[in-house]
């Protein structure tokens, strides 16, 4: 099983490169998140947005897998299917769905808000979709799971966890108004998604391995949202790096192939928390423009900064990279130089390259070199050779930096916009 993960704060690519090698591999499968996740695709001219469906089920033969580590809206789930309706794709026959994934039931996020709103300008950001809250009911013992909505007693145990959420919300005087519309809603897809396939994917995705048949696990976020790893606490409920592939799965360490590890050629971020190569001027502006980066899932615009070199060095390191891919290389045609974060200068004056648990934005400055842009566009570049020589030494410089190959640099949002190496 090969796996590809974001190594910065989410929003890298992974939709786009995960539906490239997709013809690669015989199954997707997602390990972690959920509806906070907004992955797309572009192809033929349209432009798809998946949030919990993976990212192989445009493509005719591959399954799809949604695995027990992942936390599932059947609400969004079915919103997503019957958006899809017109392009004919075999739900029944490509998408399967862990009986162990975990549900998000409507007062998960109603808690997500009120956990907000109650941390005022501490807030994490969250994109509300009650990711949060329900990581914790996992953890505590007490949620629901896909395989419940097959029971009888689905309804008791859905009311009995309401019920906890009930005490919770009136303690921070939460406003159930809108509560009866959301379990209407709910109910009414959990019913359609009793249609679905749901399976022990543990077994599905093992049965696949030993038949031989190539998988890919697709990750959601990154690296530097991870529960364990990431800026704590503005960070998501799931371990977003490698090792999750595992748990979020059932397969064990010993069956992992290649770790693609995929980062923008700058940095973004939405929501709140550390960032410190971020950029509060018009080169920032710039960029978030020429990116167009708002949010896939909440619209939010993103954050925007330079590439920070320590920060990817430790998703590598924590995730076992094996190949880099380097994405939207297009959006900084606009730039007459180019800076990169190679160390952070602490308050003392010294330097460091590590991301250590001290760090955060109000002590730490981004130390830059600063290396000379393409200026150029690179809409008619159909190969590596093409390659402006600015960008071809900044590809050099980060492999060099990172240790790492990058073997896919990507220029556009299209599938046809990837350039291999
Ligand atoms: P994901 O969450 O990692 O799948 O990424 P998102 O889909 O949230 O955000 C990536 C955005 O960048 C999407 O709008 C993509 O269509 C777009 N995109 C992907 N690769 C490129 C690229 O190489 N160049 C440009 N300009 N846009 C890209
Ligand atoms: P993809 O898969 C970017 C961020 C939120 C917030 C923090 C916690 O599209 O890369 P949560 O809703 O998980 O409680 O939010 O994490 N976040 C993402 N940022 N891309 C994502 O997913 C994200 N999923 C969550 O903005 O700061
Ligand atoms: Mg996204």
Redesign the pocket.
């Given at each position: 099983m090969d796996i590809l993960l974001?190594l910065q704060?989410?929003?890298e690519g992974?939709g786009k490169v995960v539906d490239v090698l997709a013809p690669q591999y015989d199954v997707v499968a997602r390990f972690q998140?959920g509806p906070?996740?907004?992955?797309t695709l572009e192809f033929d001219g349209i432009k798809h947005v998946l949030h919990q469906i993976p990212s192989g089920i445009f493509r005719e033969n591959i399954l799809n897998i949604i695995g027990n580590g992942v936390v599932l809206d059947p609400v969004i789930l079915k919103k997503e299917i019957e958006g899809l309706h017109k392009f004919n794709i075999a739900f029944k026959k490509n998408l399967f769905v862990s009986k162990k994934a975990t549900i998000i039931i409507p007062t998960h996020k109603l808690l997500d808000a009120a956990y907000e709103k109650s941390k005022g300008d501490k807030k994490?950001?969250?994109?509300l979709?009650g990711?949060?809250p329900t990581y914790q009911d996992k953890i505590g013992r007490v949620a629901l799971r896909v395989g419940d909505i097959l029971a009888e007693d689905f309804q008791e145990k859905y009311e009995a966890l309401v019920e906890k959420h009930k005490t919770i919300l009136s303690f921070y005087e939460f406003d159930l108004a809108q509560l009866p519309e959301l379990e209407q809603a709910f109910f009414e897809a959990v019913e359609f998604f009793r249609t679905l396939n749901l399976v022990d994917s543990e077994y599905e995705v093992n049965d696949h391995l030993n038949a031989g048949r190539k998988v890919l696990a697709e990750g959601?976020?990154?690296s530097l949202?991870d529960i364990d790893f990431g800026s704590y606490p503005?960070?998501?409920?799931s371990n977003t790096m490698a090792a999750g592939a595992c748990t979020g799965l059932g397969v064990a360490p010993s069956k992992i192939g290649e770790v693609y590890g995929i980062f923008k050629a700058y940095c973004t971020r939405?929501?709140?928390?550390p960032f410190p190569t971020e950029l509060f001027d018009n080169t920032g502006e710039a960029m978030r423009k020429e990116g167009n980066e708002f949010g896939?899932?909440t619209g939010r615009p993103r954050r925007c900064g330079w590439i920070d070199l320590p920060a990817l060095k430790y998703s590598i390191m924590i995730n076992g990279v094996t190949q880099l891919f380097m994405m939207k290389a297009d959006v900084l045609n606009i730039f007459e130089k180019i800076n990169i974060c190679t160390h952070y200068e602490l308050p003392d004056g010294s330097r460091v390259d590590r991301l250590t648990y001290e760090l955060n934005t109000d002590n730490v400055k981004p130390v830059y070199k600063t290396v000379p842009g393409w200026h150029t566009s690179l809409s008619e570049v159909a190969s590596y050779e093409q390659f402006p020589k600015e960008l071809k030494d900044y590809v050099k410089l980060l492999e060099d930096e990172l240790e790492v190959p990058i073997k896919m640099v990507s220029v556009g949002p299209d599938r046809k916009q990837t350039i291999m190496r």
């Amino acid at each position: 099983m090969d796996i590809l993960l974001g190594l910065q704060w989410g929003d890298e690519g992974k939709g786009k490169v995960v539906d490239v090698l997709a013809p690669q591999y015989d199954v997707v499968a997602r390990f972690q998140g959920g509806p906070n996740a907004g992955h797309t695709l572009e192809f033929d001219g349209i432009k798809h947005v998946l949030h919990q469906i993976p990212s192989g089920i445009f493509r005719e033969n591959i399954l799809n897998i949604i695995g027990n580590g992942v936390v599932l809206d059947p609400v969004i789930l079915k919103k997503e299917i019957e958006g899809l309706h017109k392009f004919n794709i075999a739900f029944k026959k490509n998408l399967f769905v862990s009986k162990k994934a975990t549900i998000i039931i409507p007062t998960h996020k109603l808690l997500d808000a009120a956990y907000e709103k109650s941390k005022g300008d501490k807030k994490i950001g969250s994109t509300l979709k009650g990711i949060g809250p329900t990581y914790q009911d996992k953890i505590g013992r007490v949620a629901l799971r896909v395989g419940d909505i097959l029971a009888e007693d689905f309804q008791e145990k859905y009311e009995a966890l309401v019920e906890k959420h009930k005490t919770i919300l009136s303690f921070y005087e939460f406003d159930l108004a809108q509560l009866p519309e959301l379990e209407q809603a709910f109910f009414e897809a959990v019913e359609f998604f009793r249609t679905l396939n749901l399976v022990d994917s543990e077994y599905e995705v093992n049965d696949h391995l030993n038949a031989g048949r190539k998988v890919l696990a697709e990750g959601a976020q990154g690296s530097l949202l991870d529960i364990d790893f990431g800026s704590y606490p503005f960070v998501t409920s799931s371990n977003t790096m490698a090792a999750g592939a595992c748990t979020g799965l059932g397969v064990a360490p010993s069956k992992i192939g290649e770790v693609y590890g995929i980062f923008k050629a700058y940095c973004t971020r939405v929501g709140s928390g550390p960032f410190p190569t971020e950029l509060f001027d018009n080169t920032g502006e710039a960029m978030r423009k020429e990116g167009n980066e708002f949010g896939s899932t909440t619209g939010r615009p993103r954050r925007c900064g330079w590439i920070d070199l320590p920060a990817l060095k430790y998703s590598i390191m924590i995730n076992g990279v094996t190949q880099l891919f380097m994405m939207k290389a297009d959006v900084l045609n606009i730039f007459e130089k180019i800076n990169i974060c190679t160390h952070y200068e602490l308050p003392d004056g010294s330097r460091v390259d590590r991301l250590t648990y001290e760090l955060n934005t109000d002590n730490v400055k981004p130390v830059y070199k600063t290396v000379p842009g393409w200026h150029t566009s690179l809409s008619e570049v159909a190969s590596y050779e093409q390659f402006p020589k600015e960008l071809k030494d900044y590809v050099k410089l980060l492999e060099d930096e990172l240790e790492v190959p990058i073997k896919m640099v990507s220029v556009g949002p299209d599938r046809k916009q990837t350039i291999m190496r």
